[in-house]
């Protein structure tokens, strides 16, 4: 029994040592830091199931923050559906939820259909659960990439191409 803890410390180790040291900028507007637990919060789907993120441990977890009006979250979501929610959805070990911000069901609904996305919409009425991540004045699209204990390890803002490559070699990472 000793020997397999050795083993899982060694491999989570290796784990956290393939994911980039990255340095989140000021202006991206966090109030979370990489390395620090995610906030508790629980939300429900557009299909009207209640998540917990303290259910999601055990789980590589990815919050996309979005809103309808959002031009570049309209960019992004469809990559997001093609290169990571295609991949993993059947992956019992990841988790990945859309939180839009402060829209109504039917309009989350809609804006699903609109993009197209399959993969879930959670509602943030008041952006109850943004402003957790978030400064009050700051703008979505954002994704946080949460390791299976539920600590933060990777963190975008708007849609750049190579964020985007390390955020799904950080997924594809985490998952090994």
């Known amino acids: 029994m000793k020997y397999f803890n050795y ?5 989570a180790i290796q784990i956290q040592a393939q994911i980039p040291a990255k340095e989140i900028p000021a202006d991206y507007g966090y109030i979370v830091k990489i390395g620090q637990q995610v906030p508790d919060f629980s939300t429900t ?3 009207g199931k209640t998540v917990r993120i303290a259910d999601l441990k055990g ?13 570049v979250c309209r960019k992004e979501m469809p990559h997001i559906e093609a290169d990571i929610w295609k991949k993993y959805k059947n992956n019992p070990n990841f988790a990945l939820y859309g939180v839009d911000l402060d829209e109504p069901v ?20 008041k952006g109850g659960i943004f402003y957790q991540f978030a400064e009050q004045k700051a703008g979505v699209t954002r994704n946080v990439i949460l390791d299976k ?19 799904k ?5 985490l998952l090994k």
Request: with cysteine; net charge negative.
């Open 7 to 11: 083993i899982s410390l060694f491999m």
């Open 169 to 173: 070699k950080v997924i594809a990472d």
């Open 45 to 47: 789907t557009t299909d």
């Open 59 to 71: 789980k590589v977890v990815m919050l996309q923050f979005t809103a309808s009006w959002c031009s």
């Open 106 to 125: 039917e309009k989350v609904q809609e804006f699903a259909k609109q993009i197209p996305v399959t993969y879930p919409l959670a509602l943030d009425p």
């Open 149 to 167: 204990t539920g600590k933060i390890v990777y963190m975008t803002r708007l849609y750049k191409e190579e964020e985007f490559q390390e955020m």
